[in-house]
């Protein structure tokens, strides 16, 4: 009978009357709406989804196969959790820990960025670098997309003030005066390279405008549509 109601992602609960068995209960904790399309989501993003938990093996596997996940490490206990974490990081990996519960508390503290639900516990929610405000899984997209994104922009601020400066110093030190007679006035120098700062603030300020994926104006969770 237990392993009826774990294939069907329900923890039992053995009840015992005078020391005899009397009956089981079959209890089980709904999937946040949606949960298998960002799983879908984020394996185009080329980031993998590990289900670690501490329910029996039985219901978290039944669960991953729910929503698409392929590996599984189940009756994890608080430290266990933040010890994968910890191997995960030590074999390369970037990790990024998403919990809600008091034994997810060790493992955010210990990934390189802990998500926390704004319904969960306010340990976790101490615990994490990034606190989901409205409690949608389809924010964990949202975050991950709007830092790649950040620090795309942080890569192309680089680019540019390096070409700048690799072009612009040379012409304000004389580098042309020899060949060409030409000779860049201080006051213009001056001018360049404020104008550089402008350009790198000005390229940083258009995150302001930042758009979530597309791929989530689509998204459907239960019939209502996200906008």
Not at 16 to 42: H, N, Y
Not at 176 to 205: E, N, Y
């Amino acid at each position: 009978m237990l392993e009826e109601i774990e294939e069907m992602a329900q923890t039992g609960i053995l009840i015992s009357i005078d020391g005899e068995l009397t009956g089981v209960l079959a209890i089980s904790d709904p999937l946040k709406p949606g949960a298998r399309d960002v799983i879908t989501i984020l394996k185009s993003m080329k980031v993998k989804s590990i289900l670690v938990t501490g329910d029996n093996w039985g219901t978290a596997n039944s669960i991953a196969q729910e929503v698409g996940i392929e590996t599984v490490i189940a009756e994890a206990k608080p430290e266990h959790k933040a010890e994968k974490v910890k191997n995960l990081q030590a074999s390369g990996y970037t990790v990024a820990m998403v919990g809600d519960g008091i034994n997810d508390s060790p493992a955010l503290v210990a990934a390189d960025v802990g998500m926390a639900i704004g319904a969960g516990t306010d340990i976790a929610i101490e615990a994490a670098d990034i606190v989901l405000m409205k409690s949608n899984l389809e924010d964990v997209i949202t975050a991950i997309d709007l830092s790649r994104k950040t620090f795309s922009r942080i890569r192309l601020n680089y680019i540019w003030a390096l070409g700048y400066n690799l072009l612009g110093i040379p012409i304000a030190a004389g580098a042309l005066f020899p060949s060409s007679g030409f000779r860049l006035p201080p006051w213009i120098a001056g001018a360049a390279m404020a104008a550089s700062s402008v350009s790198v603030v000005c390229c940083s300020l258009l995150l302001k405008y930042y758009k979530r994926p597309k791929k989530l104006d689509a998204l459907e969770m239960q019939g209502v549509r996200i906008e």
